[in-house]
């Protein structure tokens, strides 16, 4: 941790749960990453671990200040603690399941530095194979329950001008920030008086709350970036365990709950709007799609253990 006798140029906030080898991956890197002199805090929120998380870095990183919840409040509630506890001008937030190379959080703190209307920049983030996770995205539209981030027609027409747009494919060759909807709160660094005048993460929220705080943002006035010359490594969920069918239903059904009221909110729809109704009957459908899809995997799963 870079020390500074004043307010710190940003803090970084991290928020963990059972993944104490992913936090300290994340911790370690941050030691190591290249600051270009800007100084820094690091704040960690821990959301009722039982892997030891508090103690490894009370033991291994005595500098990074701790909060411990006795359970998990969720990421937005632990998000907004964090950021409560925090005196940098930025909030960085970190995914507890990534990897910081080189300057790449130095570098979300310059263009914030270099352009006052920018509200928030986000990192470009790929898999540990160094495969793209496309980080920067469009505003839901219909056409996102059919070509997702990573959906099975996504993948089999990947270049698809459709999805080339929703994921900015084109933009990310270069290492010049652009303007986007909404970046991923994995590696978001966020103007620590427009995250408050935004109301900051939306604790009724779990999925979509990132692209609801870019709304936001967005319609205080402020711009949103995504900076491909900002790279983080993204392990991308590894620290939530094993995810049965029970965990996966709740997980699918609030992701299209999430998905539904992002889309109103964005679109200002009233309630006896068609275009209200018909989003919530194709969430529906695909919500129900996936639900069997899960539930026979894990039929054929129980069969075949049965057999064994």
Request: charged residues 25%.
């Amino acid at each position: 941790m870079k020390e500074s006798m004043g307010r710190p140029d940003m803090s970084v906030i991290l928020v963990g749960r059972d993944s104490r080898d992913y936090v300290r991956l994340c911790l370690d890197s941050l030691g190591k990453a290249d600051w270009l002199g800007y100084s820094y805090e690091v704040v960690y929120v821990d959301n009722g671990s039982k892997d030891g998380s508090l103690a490894m870095i009370g033991e291994g990183f005595p500098e990074v200040r701790c909060l411990g919840n006795g359970e998990n409040l969720g990421f937005c509630r632990a998000a907004n603690q964090g950021a409560k506890l925090a005196k940098g001008r930025y909030l960085c937030f970190l995914n507890d399941d990534t990897v910081v190379l080189d300057d790449a959080v130095a570098r979300l703190a310059r263009h914030l530095d270099e352009g006052p209307r920018v509200g928030a920049v986000g990192s470009r983030l790929v898999y540990p194979d160094m495969s793209e996770q496309w980080s920067g995205r469009r505003f839901p539209s219909p056409w996102n329950g059919i070509f997702g981030r990573r959906s099975l027609l996504t993948k089999l027409f990947p270049d698809a001008p459709f999805v080339v747009s929703y994921l900015y494919k084109d933009r990310l060759d270069g290492n010049e920030p652009f303007e986007v909807d909404w970046i991923s709160a994995a590696a978001m660094m966020v103007r620590t008086e427009v995250y408050w005048t935004a109301g900051g993460c939306a604790e009724d929220y779990y999925y979509w709350h990132e692209a609801v705080l870019c709304d936001r943002i967005r319609k205080a006035g402020f711009s949103v970036h995504l900076h491909p010359g900002s790279k983080l490594i993204h392990f991308e969920g590894k620290g939530s365990g094993a995810r049965p069918y029970h965990v996966q239903r709740w997980h699918i059904r609030d992701f299209h709950d999430g998905a539904f009221r992002c889309y109103c909110e964005h679109y200002e729809l009233p309630r006896w709007s068609p275009r209200r109704l018909f989003a919530a009957l194709a969430l529906g459908a695909r919500e129900r799609l996936l639900l069997l899809g899960v539930w026979l995997s894990e039929k054929r799963g129980n069969s075949s253990e049965a057999v064994t």
